[in-house]
Structure formats: structure tokens, C-alpha cells
């Protein structure tokens, strides 16, 4: 794209995007005072390459990652440039940890995606003078991609074959977890499990934060800390739990140690001047691997497959911006022949590839991965949580647009640090969130070192059952968000939804930042404030069904509900299915005998996968596709593929009782 060149996007002789005339490099302003009196000087000013596009009134702007602020970014600015900011996030917030360069466009009810593909620093303008947008970049390639709908769906289906989409998760990684930085030996893993057992709430994976390792050095474990660590795993695994483990980038400066020793011999880590570049991150000095390089990749996914040997289940990477704790990697430090500038924001997305590589070479398992940092596309390899937030309203508040962002770049496994990572939960935050939390794909309560102590159990008695209530309930929708997984193979639809996704039509509800759909059917709006114990439920037209009260129904509108401390209100569309398991079903890794399908007023189908919840069998056809059909209250139902033992009961319950079929 030549600088000027006016191009056209149109649908039905629509103009969708009109570039200006002057779409060029822009002169910078002097802004050095500022600087000079301690402010924070925007970085984005000096620009090389913009493209800048006529705004007009009915256009408004979502994706770009997890960025902070609201869903629609219409008037904000943002960056790609993967940062770890440990200040809180707020609105104003220029980058995160991750970098989607992409957007959406929605004008009336046309929508247009562009996608630039440029792994440097690039900036975007969502119309900050009310005239136009644009999006900007100093270096790389002037490279985007334009994607048309004409509907949402369609435009996120081309959009995430071109980028990739995640393959089956294992279906324990659905389960809840417990997380805190750090678990530091048995001892204290024991009295987690201990804790969970006499608060009678469930809890399917259990994490490592860096102190498991022996000073921070990447894939050793800590002899003082865990001198069994591979028969202490097994006997967690014979109880029924599974293990995940933190891995950072940064390997320790260390000769003797055969990470260190084996990266400097093959020239694995980057350079700077003709010498390996060192900073700092937890082990102290520290190099970075070239994950850029499929050599480094594979050397590294090897080392994964050595912990996964050990029984570690599922890989954690974090600081992977990279992050670095003695000042910003120089833009030409070396990762083999490619310049930080160019990589920065692409490491993370590297590290995720090596780690998933590595599991899924070393077992017949299915990889499961969390990443901090990534890239467009990412979503291949991993799943995402939206790093350090904080235990305030704000960020439990922003747990929905961040969400539902990512899922509108692509990504559909995301999650937040339950209770918030960084400060002092409440009892009513913690409340509040794992109200919010159940109905995310990652499912974890994780905390900061040295802060107040998260896990329910440190609670009183009523935080306790309030909790329980919620991950009880997250195991019973397992089949529903395993659904979603299965779904988004053939349409890249994410979990998690804004409600114009689902409701094209319905204007009033497009940039809501305080409700989200799960999938086509559950409409969740929490309490999002202290001290109210009620929401402004917005309903898009239709008919809503209460879901723990089948006989209540509104039509679309505006209403105030009450949501005491254990309420968050969830209205389902009429005629959906929702299959559940049984209540006390959290042995995640058993497909249960029983199925049960919640049939709400009015007529709909549904489409029910079952498969082992692991494993690459479903790739050989071991699983039943179902096709269930919701007469008003009567089932009716198809096999659409059998491959696998299916249940031995299925039951339908209805407003008019219940009905048990035998498959
Ligand atoms: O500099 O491993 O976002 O989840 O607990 C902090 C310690 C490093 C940042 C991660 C957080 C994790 C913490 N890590």
C-alpha cells in the first residue's frame, strides 16, 4: 500500500474504510519539556509509516488484544509492544502484555477486520481528534490484511483460520485451580489440598510458582523444597489432582549448569555487540533464548518434555515480553540474525510454540499451556490469562471487556487471576469474582507473594459456601464450555462473547462492558461494585429465561435485580439446551455415565460433543456427536457420529419435569 493511495472496502456499494488523502508520515511535537518535568511522555509520537482513515459517527472499534479500558476503543490510542507494567491498569494503559494487531470495525451492521502484519511497534489511533483513525509504525513491513464478515461470526471464522485456532484442550484444564506465588514445598501443597478438602469445595489443578525451582534456574527443581518431586507429582495425580509449573525465558548466568552450558555451546541465546546479552530477571544475571529459532525451539521443547516426564502437566510461561529487570532489552540486541525490535513481540508466541511442541512430542496427552506474552495467532499453542491485575473493583470490572477482546482477536482460552494477583482481597471481591470467574475458560484463584491469602478456605463460613456454590457449578457446565471448545474448531468462535455478537440488531447493546455471553445461550451480568447487592440487567430483544428458576422469564429491556453476596444472575435464551453433568461431578478426567440437558422454553437445537477429555482417540473417530432438538420442554435427538462408549443415561429436564432416555 502506497502512502495516499485511496482504497475501498464496500459492501453492497458501502464504503466501509476510505483512507485519506494524506495518510503519511507525521511530524512530531516537541515534547521534551515534559519529559524534562517527569511526565510520561507518549513514545508513539515519532512515526514513520501511518495509514489514516476518514472516521465516521456510526464506527466503532474492538480486538486488539487485552487491552485495558473499555470493549469499544472508538477515541483511544494503543500500542503493540508487549510490556510488563507492574503499576495497576488502567483505561490510559498504551500497551499490555501481548500484541493482537488486529481490529474490527463495526459501522451499522457491516464489520470489517484489518489485520496488520508487523511484529514491530505499532500504534493505533481510534480517532483521538474525531475526524479519522489510523494505525502507525516506524519499521517493518506495511503489510495488512482486510477481512469482511458480512457478519461478526463470519468475519472471526476467516479471520482465525488465516491466524489458527486451538485444537481440543485437554478437558481438565477446564477444571478449577489454585495458584499463589509460591507454594514452596510438599507441606504447603498438602495443606492446600487439606484446606479444599475440609471446605468441602473441589480443586482440579494445583500450580507451581517459581520457587519450585532451584534458584530460579529453568527446568531444575528445588532439592530442599521438593526432593521427590517426581514421586511427590505421581502421588498427586493417584489423588486425583494435576500439576502445573511456571517456566520463565530468562536462564540463569551459571557455568555448571547444563541449560546455561548447553545454550552457550550452541549459540542458542541472544547477542549484543558479538557477546551474549545479559540482564536481569529472577535468577539474577540472566540470557535470553532465540525462540525465533526452530533449533532453540526444539532444544527447549526437549527440556519441557524432561518436566513433563517428571509428571508436570500443564507449562506456565511468564515474563516472556520479554521482561527484564535492569532497563529495556536495546532495540538491536541479537536473536541470531533478528533484531529485539522486530522479535520483542513475537517471543512470547515463540516460547508458547517451543512449550507446546514439547509436550506434545514428549506424551500422548493433549498440551495444555498458559502464556503472559503472545502475538496474533498464538492461540495455536496456548492459553492466556491477562496477567498481574489487582485485588480492586477496577480490575474486576475490566475482567470483561479484557475477556472478551481477546476473544474478538482470536483467542479463545483466557481467564484472570481470580480475587486479583497484586494486594488484599475482601471477602466480598473474592465473592464477586468467583461469580465472574466460573464462566471463564481458565478457572484459577492467584495471588501475589506476600499479600493477604486468597484461597476460600481463609475465609469465613459464608465466603466458603458462597465459593463452593460457584465452582460447583463451573463442573457441572464442564460439558457446555468443552462444547465451546469443540465449536470454536470449525467456527474460531471464542467462549466468551460481547453481546453483539450473539444480537447483531439490538444497537443498545453493543458496547456493554458489564455482561457477556457463554456461547450462544448463558447471559451472565455480575455485581461488579462494593456494597451493591444488585445489577441493571440489560437483556437484548428476546425472551430470557432465569437459569436457576426455569418458571421466571423477561422479555429484552432494561431491569433492576436483586444479586445478594452468593447471587450473580444468568438468563438463558429460550429455547437453548444446556447439558450439565451431575451435581458433584469434579473428577474432570472421568467421562460421567450421565448427561443431563436443561431444555428452556421454546425451540432450539444443540450440538453435544463427547470424547474421552484427552488424548488424540477423537482424531480416529473416538466420539459421539449429538444433535439435541428442544421442542418446548420435549427432546428429541440424532447420533450424528459414534465412536466412543456413550453415556448410559441421558436425562432432559424440563418446566414440565423430567424425562430419562437411554441413549
Ligand atoms: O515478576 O512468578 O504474572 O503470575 O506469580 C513477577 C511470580 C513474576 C509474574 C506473573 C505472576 C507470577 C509472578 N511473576
Known amino acids: 500500500m502506497k502512502d495516499g493511495l485511496l482504497i475501498e472496502a464496500s459492501s453492497a456499494s458501502k464504503i466501509l474504510l476510505e ?10 511535537e516537541d515534547l521534551s519539556l515534559m519529559a524534562k518535568e517527569g511526565h510520561e511522555v507518549n513514545s508513539s509520537i515519532d512515526r514513520g509509516i501511518s495509514h489514516q482513515f476518514i472516521l465516521h459517527e456510526d464506527e466503532h472499534f474492538y480486538g486488539l488484544g487485552d487491552h485495558t479500558g473499555p470493549i469499544d476503543l472508538r477515541g483511544y490510542k494503543k500500542e503493540c509492544w508487549n510490556s510488563d507494567n507492574p503499576a495497576a491498569q488502567v483505561d490510559t494503559f498504551l500497551s499490555m502484555y501481548k500484541s493482537f494487531p488486529f481490529f474490527i470495525i463495526r459501522k451499522g451492521n457491516d464489520y470489517l477486520g484489518l489485520y496488520l502484519d508487523n511484529t514491530f511497534k505499532t500504534i493505533f489511533d481510534f480517532g483521538l481528534d474525531e475526524k479519522t483513525f489510523s494505525f502507525s509504525f516506524k519499521e517493518g513491513p506495511d503489510d495488512f490484511y482486510l477481512f469482511y464478515g458480512p457478519t461478526l461470526k463470519e468475519l472471526l471464522a476467516a479471520f482465525t483460520k488465516a491466524t489458527g485456532r486451538m485444537s481440543l484442550p485437554p478437558r481438565w484444564s477446564l477444571g478449577y485451580g489454585q495458584c499463589r506465588w509460591s507454594y514452596h514445598n510438599e507441606a504447603e501443597l498438602e495443606s492446600v489440598i487439606e484446606g479444599y478438602k475440609k471446605a468441602d469445595i473441589p480443586v482440579t489443578t494445583l500450580y507451581l510458582d517459581i520457587d519450585y525451582m532451584d534458584g530460579y534456574r529453568v527446568f531444575t527443581t528445588s532439592e530442599k523444597s521438593f526432593p521427590h518431586f517426581a514421586s511427590y507429582l505421581a502421588s498427586l495425580h ?10 520463565d525465558p530468562g536462564v540463569k548466568e551459571d557455568k555448571g549448569y547444563s541449560i546455561y552450558d548447553e545454550g552457550m555451546k550452541n549459540g542458542y541465546f541472544a547477542t549484543y555487540k558479538g557477546k551474549t546479552y545479559v540482564n536481569e530477571v529472577w535468577p539474577g544475571r540472566s540470557v535470553y533464548p532465540s525462540f525465533n529459532n526452530a533449533d ?7 527440556n519441557v518434555g524432561l518436566l513433563s516426564s517428571q509428571g508436570v502437566d500443564g507449562v506456565w510461561c511468564d515474563m516472556n515480553e520479554p521482561a527484564s529487570f535492569r532497563g529495556p532489552l536495546p532495540d538491536d540486541v541479537l536473536f541470531g540474525k533478528e533484531e529485539h525490535k522486530e522479535i520483542h513481540n513475537v517471543y512470547g508466541y515463540y516460547m508458547a510454540e517451543a512449550t507446546y511442541e514439547g509436550l506434545k512430542g514428549h506424551t500422548a496427552k493433549r498440551p495444555f499451556v498458559i502464556t503472559r506474552a503472545c502475538f496474533t495467532g498464538a492461540s495455536k499453542f496456548t492459553s492466556v490469562w491477562t496477567g498481574d491485575n489487582q485485588s480492586i ?12 477482546s481477546l476473544g474478538l482477536s482470536g483467542m479463545p482460552f483466557v481467564g484472570t487471576d481470580i480475587g486479583g494477583f497484586g494486594g488484599d482481597t475482601t471477602k466480598e471481591l473474592l465473592c464477586r469474582w468467583i461469580e465472574l470467574g466460573a464462566f471463564s475458560p481458565l478457572f484459577r484463584n492467584h495471588s501475589a507473594a506476600g499479600t493477604k491469602r486468597q484461597e476460600p478456605y481463609y475465609f469465613d463460613k459464608e465466603t466458603i459456601d458462597i465459593y463452593r456454590k460457584w465452582v460447583n457449578f463451573r463442573y457441572q457446565l464442564t460439558p457446555y464450555m468443552y462444547d465451546l471448545f469443540y465449536n470454536h474448531l470449525s467456527t474460531g468462535l471464542p467462549p466468551l462473547r460481547p453481546l453483539f455478537m450473539e444480537f447483531p440488531d439490538d444497537a443498545s447493546i453493543a458496547n456493554l462492558n458489564t455482561e457477556f ?18 445489577v441493571l440487567l440489560k437483556l437484548p430483544q428476546g425472551r430470557w429465561i432465569n437459569f436457576f428458576d426455569m418458571s421466571e422469564s423477561k422479555n429484552g429491556g432494561i ?7 452468593s447471587e450473580c444472575p444468568v438468563y438463558i435464551r429460550s429455547g437453548s439446551i444446556i447439558p450439565l453433568f451431575e451435581k458433584g461431578y469434579t473428577n474432570i478426567d ?19 460433543y463427547e470424547d474421552a477429555g484427552d488424548g488424540y482417540g477423537y482424531i480416529k473417530g473416538e466420539y459421539n456427536l449429538y444433535e439435541f432438538t428442544n421442542h418446548d420442554g420435549s427432546l428429541t435427538y440424532r447420533l450424528l457420529h459414534e465412536g466412543y462408549r456413550r453415556y448410559k443415561k441421558i436425562i432432559a429436564r424440563s418446566l414440565s419435569g423430567e424425562t430419562t432416555l437411554l441413549p
Open 238 to 247: 493417584s489423588r486425583g489432582y494435576k500439576v502445573i509449573t511456571i517456566i
Open 19 to 28: 483512507e485519506t488523502k494524506d495518510s503519511k508520515e507525521e511530524a512530531s
Open 517 to 534: 455471553m457463554l456461547g450462544p445461550s448463558i447471559l451472565v451480568s455480575p455485581v461488579l461494585s462494593s456494597g451493591e447487592n444488585n
Open 559 to 565: 431491569y433492576a435485580l436483586d444479586a445478594s453476596l
Open 296 to 302: 532453540v525451539r526444539k532444544w527447549w521443547g526437549d
Open 590 to 608: 472421568k467421562t460421567p455415565d450421565t448427561l443431563t440437558l436443561l431444555l428452556f422454553p421454546g425451540e432450539g437445537s444443540y450440538i453435544h
Open 393 to 404: 473493583y477496577d480490575h474486576l470490572r475490566l475482567a470483561i471487556p479484557q475477556q472478551l
